[in-house]
């Protein structure tokens, strides 16, 4: 990726399991838990990817991709409880689901924008708190339309999927993945011209 930023994508699957869409909260509750002692590990990571990209101006390989993992993990349960997704998330299965999330392969990046990463990510940062709102009440809208119709509505599937991508490229970017600040815009899709 040529531009650095996180890519998303989703299977774009509309239909929902109303059982499913009813039992989310307990359902996801284990994700939640795996999540956390993930997070209390990628906090000291960070710090160290951030001397790491200080000294080197690349992250080390393992941090890239224990971070990454970590990133698609989180991306792929909260599309799921938020119903962008049909299928149950896996810890160790990161790359093997319909949200697919693709990172930059190790980028070198600016020692400068490094250094003051966290005070440069604060608008970003709170806009994505702001796309994190949107996306609550979206789907809580798609939690409604999914247990009367058995399937969520292209709209909400896309504002969704728009608040996910916008949280993952922040993200990525306050946890040193890559050097591209979020855009509100998505990224270029590139087909194969024949």
Not at 157 to 186: D, H, I, K, M, S
Request: net charge positive.
């Amino acid at each position: 990726m040529a531009d650095g930023r996180v890519r998303v994508e989703t299977d774009g699957l509309l239909r929902r399991r109303r059982l499913a869409v009813l039992l989310r909260a307990p359902l996801v509750v284990p994700h939640y838990i795996v999540l956390s002692i993930w997070t209390a590990l990628v906090v000291p990571a960070v710090a160290i990817a951030w001397i790491a990209l200080l000294i080197e101006g690349r992250l080390p390989s393992f941090l890239h991709r224990f971070l990454g993992a970590f990133l698609r993990y989180e991306g792929q349960v909260t599309a799921w409880f938020d119903l962008l997704s049909t299928s149950y998330p896996h810890p160790l299965h990161t790359r093997e689901h319909p949200i697919r999330v693709e990172l930059p392969d190790r980028p070198l990046q600016p020692r400068l924008v490094t250094l003051f990463r966290l005070p440069l990510a604060l608008p970003a940062v709170i806009l994505a708190s702001a796309f994190g709102v949107v996306l609550t009440i979206a789907s809580v809208a798609a939690w409604f339309v999914a247990l009367v119709l058995g399937r969520t509505t292209a709209g909400l599937q896309e504002l969704g999927t728009f608040c996910l991508r916008y949280q993952l490229e922040t993200q990525a970017y306050v946890t040193l993945l890559t050097f591209a600040y979020p855009r509100l815009a998505p990224p270029e899709v590139t087909t194969a011209r024949e």
